[in-house]
């Protein structure tokens, strides 16, 4: 049974830092990679940041710099570093599971970030 449980979302003041975590549980299937996505108010989700199997990761251009995504060592906890937050960060912050070769993709329940 797939578990994918956020947590550190708040609210914060411009400039100001956060912290997300993300235990993953339940899942021993497969190699995977985890992906942090957000989406704002109205529109759709979007990729945020990606732990690759190997620990490498990739950001998308506007979180370049500030926000830093990494894991434990048996990644069962990934975590999503904020760092000089911008209002325009404020969102509903998802954790993804991902194993495209199997097609297997699981979402968390979100947290909300709220910057002010």
């Known amino acids: 049974h797939v578990q994918l449980v956020e947590s550190g979302g708040g609210s914060v003041q411009a400039g100001g830092s956060l912290r997300l975590s993300c235990l993953i549980s339940g899942y021993e299937y497969c190699a995977f990679d985890m992906a942090w996505y957000r989406q704002f108010p109205g529109k759709e989700r979007e990729f945020v940041a990606r732990?690759?199997?190997?620990?490498?990761?990739t950001y998308t251009e506007s979180v370049k710099g500030r926000f830093i995504a990494s894991q434990d060592g048996p990644k069962s906890m990934v975590y999503l570093q904020m760092n000089s937050l911008k209002p325009e960060d404020t969102a509903m912050y998802f954790c993804k599971l991902e194993c495209p070769l199997i097609e297997f993709y699981y979402w968390g329940q979100g947290t909300q970030v709220t910057v002010s």
């Open positions: 732990v690759g199997g190997d620990g490498g990761t």
